[in-house]
């Protein structure tokens, strides 16, 4: 630790943060000692006391003594813990002065699961949407810190749902996460909810509240101190059935992420036409359509999509608790009454005589969207052999899941062996993330002197187009001065 000299009435508003070895006078009839040589006075056991280096707050103590027990850095400070030069096991800290703040802890849940550098004491904590990438290790957090977490009512509710799942899937996968379904339940203790435009301070640091357009609840995170950081978390800046888009913000430094770096998505309406077709085509044939879906967004918006075709749809998984926990937050909603439209419309597998009913249908909705778990499994052990059926993918398939193996190899793990599926393959990019030009435009847009990239493993085709700003691409643990 360092220490600072003794000194009457107040802080002199000249010095710069205290450094070892330096001597400070605070005004003429200061005594003073220097830094690293403390009094026994200043060794002896006080309670700690801040002051705060920043454009907008210099907090003078109101004591006959100051007490500096330690130096920090008065520029505000971005490190990036996880998720910087992949996706995945998002978590980024910003610190102004002492007061560190994160946005996100998630993990990875690959086998075995990949977690981010394990954060200092947080002062507070942001949670920017459910999924498990990004939510992953707030569990973690509340039970080692106590970690009080600014969250969204969409973002509390189903993320709790999918962390408690997690627990449940990683330990029967052999690879338990480092906290148990009681910290589930407790981390709910720490949760505030907040809504967007939301304005929160801390210590002289403010944080404003902005939609993500990625799912339904999700949120960027404004931080504003010595500068303004946006940090995005996930986005998306086209409105989807589901919810409505992103817009830009405008900051001195834009974290943001680049999942879609260097590819773009085709035009949503062509994608939605050419699905509908396929399954129209898999129907005609005698076939199923299995369309494997992520619990979160992609099984409710799928299910919009197909409300009004006259097909006979049947949706199986998590997905339907999520549905129903969204329903009534109408205000995180693109069309509240689209949505209840679609749930009434779609036939939901109450119990598993149901999944008999489904096979004979025309379209099943399920879980997992990557086809590692979940009901789709039970489905495909009866459909695998038949060629007239289709499995539809809807999302990007990571690395080492069995929906990236069923892309390359047309086989999947089934029963622990590897199993050919003869069904019929398709792709349809769903995708809830901006692509490469509309985060260029959003870039633009926010008009930053610096653009952090982080959750992208192929960043440079970005940097190459935002030559107008200084572009950084962290590794993780690497620091950025604001």
């Not at 993500?212 to 960027?220: Q, R």
């Not at 967004?297 to 749809?313: C, K, N, P, W, Y």
């Not at 998984?317 to 129903?324: D, E, F, P, S, T």
């Not at 997992?368 to 499995?391: Q, T």
Request: with cysteine; net charge negative.
């Amino acid at each position: 630790m360092l220490y600072a000299a003794l000194a009457w009435n107040e802080f002199n508003k000249g010095s710069r943060p205290l450094v070892e070895g330096t001597q400070y006078i605070v005004n003429e009839d200061a005594p003073s000692h220097k830094v690293g040589e403390p009094s026994s006075l200043l060794k002896s056991d006080i309670a700690r006391h801040y002051i705060f280096f920043g454009r907008k707050r210099r907090k003078l103590l109101n004591m006959d003594i100051l007490i500096f027990h330690e130096a920090f850095p008065s520029l505000m400070m971005v490190k990036i813990l996880g998720g910087a030069s992949e996706v995945g096991s998002f978590a980024v800290q910003v610190q102004e002065g002492d007061i560190r703040l994160l946005v996100d802890n998630g993990l990875t849940p690959s086998k075995p699961p990949k977690y981010p550098l394990k954060p200092p004491q947080i002062d507070l904590a942001f949670l920017s949407h459910a999924h498990i990438d990004h939510s992953g290790m707030i569990p973690w957090l509340s039970m080692k810190y106590g970690t009080d977490v600014i969250a969204t009512e969409p973002t509390i509710t189903v993320g709790s749902i999918l962390l408690e799942d997690t627990v449940k899937v990683s330990a029967s996968e052999g690879y338990p996460v480092p906290y148990e379904k009681r910290d589930v339940k407790a981390m709910r203790r720490h949760f505030q909810m907040s809504t967007f435009d939301d304005h929160i301070e801390i210590g002289g640091v403010e944080i404003d509240l902005h939609p993500a357009g990625h799912i339904p609840g999700a949120t960027m995170f404004n931080i504003k101190g010595e500068k303004d950081v946006l940090v995005t978390a996930d986005i998306n800046t086209q409105d989807t059935r589901l919810v409505y888009k992103a817009e830009p913000q405008k900051c001195d430094v834009l974290v943001m992420e680049s999942t879609y770096s260097g590819r773009n998505h085709p035009p949503r309406e062509e994608t939605e036409k050419e699905f509908k077709d396929k399954i129209h085509e898999v129907i005609d044939r005698g076939g199923v359509a299995i369309v494997p879906a992520f619990a979160v967004g992609r099984s409710q918006e799928i299910m919009m999509i197909l409300a009004d075709s006259g097909f006979d749809v049947w949706l199986d998984g998590m997905g339907k608790a999520v549905a129903r926990e969204f329903l009534p937050l109408e205000k995180y909603l693109n069309s509240q009454s689209d949505l209840r439209s679609a749930m009434n419309k779609t036939n939901m597998i109450r119990h598993r005589d149901d999944r008999k009913l489904a096979l004979k249908a025309e379209v099943i909705i399920t879980t997992s969207g990557m086809l590692d778990g979940g009901p789709v499994h039970e489905y495909l052990r009866h459909l695998k052999d038949d060629k007239n059926s289709a499995v539809l993918l809807t999302g990007f398939q990571v690395e080492n899941t069995n929906g990236r193996q069923l892309v390359e190899t047309g086989t999947i793990q089934l029963n622990g062996q590897e199993t050919k599926i003869e069904c019929e393959v398709g792709f349809f990019d769903f995708s809830a993330h901006a692509d490469h030009d509309e985060l260029i435009k959003f870039a633009k847009a926010c008009n930053p002197e610096k653009v952090v990239l982080a959750h992208g493993d192929e960043r440079e085709a970005l940097r190459d187009d935002l030559k107008d700003f200084e572009v950084i691409l962290p590794t993780e643990g690497d620091e950025i001065e604001c």
